[in-house]
């Protein structure tokens, strides 16, 4: 089945650094990628959509100078959280939409982001 | 706009208890219907799709029926287990190029 990795998984980091995740397609090419961030005990949030090749799409009241998406590849897809504060950890979730499937995305399995 | 409206939780069973997981929808025209698992500390799986009116999605035991008619997808289990213990979200999609729209999520607890 369509796996799809994301790095890494856990990661803490001081107020103030920037933290860069990666969400890979393993075994299919993915034209478009997804970020969403989920609070504890709550639903996914969208937080913008990712087009390899062109600007990301971000979803109202994200800060794009914040989370910076690049999708230089076919296969990857990264968000980098920039000066990340306590208030932005949280769980990260990535989804790929598989090119030659067009009605299924699969999911990472999750970065949890803690800033101290 | 798209919406998807699940039925609040935690669920609480006993284990080999009957599940159903009320999930309705709002969408024009004809969306493809989803449910996704998550188990503590993971991100989602997809458990079962539905992608046009009648079909029936199944995996692990699981079921959900596409019903036009009352805009539902109901997700049903007819023994459940410990291990079933997750959050299960309903989720609608026109195409895998646009994006998901989630319900708000079940957390389903299966004691023994």
């Known amino acids: 089945g369509a796996v799809v990795s994301q790095h890494p998984s856990w990661v803490i980091c001081k107020s103030g650094t920037s933290v860069k995740i990666e969400c890979r397609s393993l075994?299919?090419?993915?034209?478009?990628m997804f970020w969403y961030r989920q609070f504890p005990k709550q639903s996914l949030m969208l937080m913008a959509t990712?087009?390899?090749?062109?600007?990301?799409?971000?979803e109202q009241g994200v800060e794009k100078d914040k989370f910076l998406i690049n999708h230089a590849s076919l296969t990857l897809s990264t968000l980098t959280v920039t000066s990340a504060h306590p208030e932005d950890s949280s769980f990260y979730i990535c989804?790929?939409?598989?090119?030659?499937?067009?009605?299924?995305?699969?999911f990472g399995p999750g970065t949890r982001l803690t800033v101290l | 706009g798209d919406s998807v409206t699940q039925m609040e939780g935690p669920v609480t069973l006993s284990e080999e208890a009957f599940l159903t997981i009320n999930c309705t929808y709002t969408?024009?025209?004809?969306?493809?219907l989803f449910w996704y698992v998550q188990y503590p500390g993971e991100g989602l799986q997809l458990l079962l799709k539905?992608?046009?009116?009648?079909d029936k999605g199944s995996n692990k035991g699981f079921e959900a029926t596409y019903r036009k008619e009352t805009t539902s997808f109901h997700l049903e289990k007819g023994s459940v287990q410990v291990s079933d213990s997750a959050v299960y979200f309903c989720?609608?999609?026109?195409?895998?190029?646009?994006?998901?729209?989630f319900g708000g999520g079940t957390r389903l607890m299966v004691k023994p």
């Open positions: 989804s790929a939409a598989d090119t030659d499937r067009t009605d299924t995305q699969y």
């Open positions: 075994d299919f090419q993915a034209t478009t």
């Open positions: 990712s087009n390899e090749g062109s600007k990301a799409t971000y």
């Open positions: 969408a024009t025209g004809y969306p493809s």
């Open positions: 539905a992608t046009k009116a009648d």
């Open positions: 989720a609608l999609s026109h195409n895998a190029g646009n994006m998901l729209t």
